[in-house]
């Protein structure tokens, strides 16, 4: 077990060095040979660039590790509205949560360039990018070695580290668990991605706010009212917490199941007497 974990490990590692890699790569040839455009036209560009060219990365090394890469859950029937608004109940809760860490952990505000490209790659083709190579392709090649609740985890882990602020990275983690969540239990890429247009759409919004010099708190007020609405969203954080450790200690055993019935499958179709060459 520790074998396989570590394995898992040094695969996520070996993921966040490709991920960099690449990233670092397209940002250098952006910024060589692409010049005399607006910034944000610039950022989208040079995002899906890079996407495009993490997902081959990261298609190439579940290839070369397995020899073999695991198609991506899609099924239509995955699409669940009551499911994703929960989902969207769940994770402003959990913005709601972590905003004591605002004053500890506060995020630059001016990463992105202003426009409407940089509305459209935050909203539209991040969460479509990123579900599918974080919550799809680097959670299949983790899940080889390690239980379902470990490789919703560590994709999670990897997930927040890319986006390199503190209060992101934390923020992502959670939410990157939630988003794992959704995809494993509804068998579909689609709940994560739209949820993830909520989570990167709210995102904008307060940095949009941010610029007014307003934010979250400041628009739930203060005082006896603030105090409920955060008690509201520890309620809902711990109730979602619940369902989804629930969830995923019922998928490993559903997955030990899946294992022991493909050992006797393998067992009845072997010959008895080559057990004893």
């Not at 996407?51 to 699409?79: A, D, H, Q």
């Not at 599918?132 to 680097?138: N, P, T």
């Amino acid at each position: 077990i520790m074998k396989r974990f570590f394995k898992s490990v040094g695969l996520s590692a070996m993921f966040l060095f490709l991920f960099a890699v690449s990233m670092f790569t397209i940002g250098a040839v952006f910024t060589i040979f692409v010049q005399n455009i607006p910034a944000d036209v610039n950022f989208m560009l040079m995002y899906f660039c890079s996407m495009i060219t993490v997902y081959g990365v990261v298609l190439l090394l579940e290839r070369v590790v397995f020899k073999r890469v695991l198609p991506v859950y899609n099924s239509k029937s995955g699409f669940d509205p009551i499911a994703i608004l929960l989902g969207v109940v769940l994770i402003f809760a959990i913005s709601i949560v972590l905003l004591p860490l605002d004053d500890v952990l506060s995020a630059d505000s001016r990463v992105f360039p202003n426009g409407v490209c940089t509305l459209i790659s935050v909203v539209i083709l991040a969460p479509i990018f990123e579900e599918v190579v974080f919550r799809a392709r680097l959670y299949n090649i983790l899940s080889r070695n390690t239980s379902p609740l470990m490789s919703a985890s560590l994709s999670a882990i990897v997930f927040g580290a890319v986006h390199m602020q503190p209060i992101v990275v934390v923020e992502a983690l959670l939410v990157g668990v939630v988003l794992s969540y959704f995809y494993l239990s509804k068998r579909s890429i689609i709940n994560p991605i739209i949820l993830h247009m909520f989570n990167n759409a709210l995102a904008y919004a307060l940095t949009v706010l941010s610029y007014r010099g307003e934010s979250l708190r400041t628009i739930l007020g203060g005082g006896d009212v603030l105090v409920a609405v955060y008690a509201a969203a520890v309620a809902v954080v711990v109730v979602g917490a619940v369902v989804i450790l629930r969830f995923f200690v019922k998928e490993k055993r559903r997955m030990r199941g899946v294992e022991c019935q493909d050992m006797e499958t393998i067992a009845d179709h072997l010959d008895p007497n080559q057990l004893f060459e």
